[in-house]
């Protein structure tokens, strides 16, 4: 599965990067594949521990500010491995043509 997900800290004012990376530094660290852009952080795997991670994301954030948004998407579709590289690379091979 993939899960697109957006930790927002809330009554922190508007400078929200240093929590943003608290929560990416929880995703890079699971050894999970993922990819972070500007308004999304994916993360691919079962899903246990994709939720997992979803959830020390929010704790990370959780621990400095004194409310949460979370947004998320999820693509469920059991047996595929390796989607959030593929799908991107379809898309891409469509637009060469």
């Known amino acids: 599965m993939i ?3 957006s930790v927002t800290p809330l009554g922190v004012g508007e400078d929200v990067g240093e929590y943003v990376a608290d929560a990416v530094r929880v995703v890079r660290e699971s050894g999970l594949p993922n990819r972070t852009d500007a308004m999304f952080t ?8 994709v939720m997992d991670v979803v959830r020390r994301a929010v704790a990370a954030v959780e621990a400095r500010a004194p409310r949460v948004s979370l947004v ?3 693509d469920i579709r059991p047996g595929v491995t390796n989607a959030l590289t593929t799908k991107v690379d379809t898309v891409e091979r469509y637009l060469a043509q």
């Open 3 to 5: 899960v697109a997900f």
């Open 72 to 74: 998320l998407k999820a």
């Open 42 to 49: 994916s993360v691919e795997g079962e899903w246990e521990e």
